[in-house]
């Protein structure tokens, strides 16, 4: 396995996740266990597969619970952060990479990947490739959906007029993103392709960061930074990395939000095993 050393791994592991109460009143989100293991500790686990060493861990409601279970991981480089005040996933970010706010460079690239959804080696390689190969600066994880209730929980992005969306899998070309809404109204919905909370980024989206205001829900979003990035000429790139088309109804086998999601993602991760089993 080749540790690719020159990129960390991000996990924003802070919120309450008020939605999955009232179990998240016990535990949060990231400890949450899929196929008998916490989920970020699949996610850790994952991209120690894909090769990567380095991992940022924001962490804030029940941070002890978290800290624990992150302190029996082993080979691996580990920093935790805290986030006091939830104010949204653009402001966790700038406080992991306010250590990185002296460098010139932008050499440093970051995935970045929430504590709710769970992707293996090929997906988070799939992405890199896509990244090495186009020289973006930022790659988005896409799925695709006709269903237009995912918009109420997913970015969505605008596919660039010219792009052949028959490589929307291909880690050559990928899909070039011109624009992004988060959590659009159904009238703002700009295509099929809806943004997943797993990221790459080099360090140019540090200042972009800082221009993100509070949105109307409240929060400092990461989708705005993208906005800002595309708006300033940044080179944005997405690639779907869910195979089949996603519906409001399976999409909680990839991203948890509510109780029943839990179920979905065991469902997947049975389904998994079994493939595996007769391979």
Same mark, same amino acid.
Request: net charge positive; hydrophobic share 35%.
């Given at each position: 396995m080749k540790l690719r050393n020159n990129a960390y791994v991000i996990i924003l592991a802070a919120g309450k996740a008020t939605r999955l109460r009232p179990l998240s009143d016990q535990i949060p989100k990231p400890l949450i266990k899929i196929n008998g293991i916490p989920m970020i500790t699949h996610i850790v686990s994952n991209f120690k597969q894909a090769g990567y060493s380095k991992f940022i861990i924001l962490v804030g409601y029940k941070q002890e619970l978290i800290r624990a279970e992150l302190l029996k991981i082993q080979d691996i480089e580990l920093q935790i952060i805290e986030q006091v005040k939830q104010v949204g996933s653009a402001d966790a970010l700038m406080l992991c990479l306010n250590q990185f706010s002296d460098f010139k460079s932008s050499v440093l690239k970051f995935f970045v990947t929430a504590a709710d959804i769970i992707f293996f080696k090929k997906e988070i390689n799939l992405m890199y490739s896509l990244y090495c190969n186009s020289k973006a600066d930022i790659i988005l994880s896409l799925m695709k959906s006709k269903d237009k209730d995912i918009a109420l929980g997913h970015g969505n992005v605008k596919v660039f007029k010219n792009s052949d969306l028959i490589q929307d899998s291909d880690s050559n070309r990928g899909l070039d993103i011109v624009d992004i809404v988060e959590k659009p109204r159904r009238d703002q919905i700009l295509s099929d %392709? %809806?943004? @997943?909370? @797993?990221?790459?980024?080099?360090? =140019?989206? +540090? !200042? /972009? @960061? !800082?221009?993100?205001?509070?949105?109307? *829900? $409240?929060?400092?979003?990461?989708?705005?930074?993208?906005?800002?990035?595309?708006? /300033? $000429? %940044?080179?944005?790139?997405?690639? !779907?990395? +869910?195979?089949?088309?996603? =519906?409001?109804?399976?999409?909680? *086998?990839?991203?948890? =939000?509510?109780?029943?999601?839990?179920? !979905?993602? /065991?469902e997947r991760f049975r389904e998994l095993k079994e493939k595996r089993k007769f391979k």
């Open positions: %392709y %809806y943004s @997943l909370p @797993l990221y790459i980024f080099n360090q =140019t989206i +540090i !200042k /972009n @960061l !800082k221009g993100v205001d509070i949105s109307i *829900r $409240g929060e400092k979003e990461i989708q705005e930074a993208i906005k800002i990035s595309i708006q /300033n $000429g %940044y080179r944005v790139k997405g690639i !779907k990395i +869910i195979d089949s088309d996603v =519906t409001s109804e399976n999409v909680g *086998r990839y991203h948890i =939000t509510f109780l029943s999601d839990i179920e !979905k993602m /065991n």
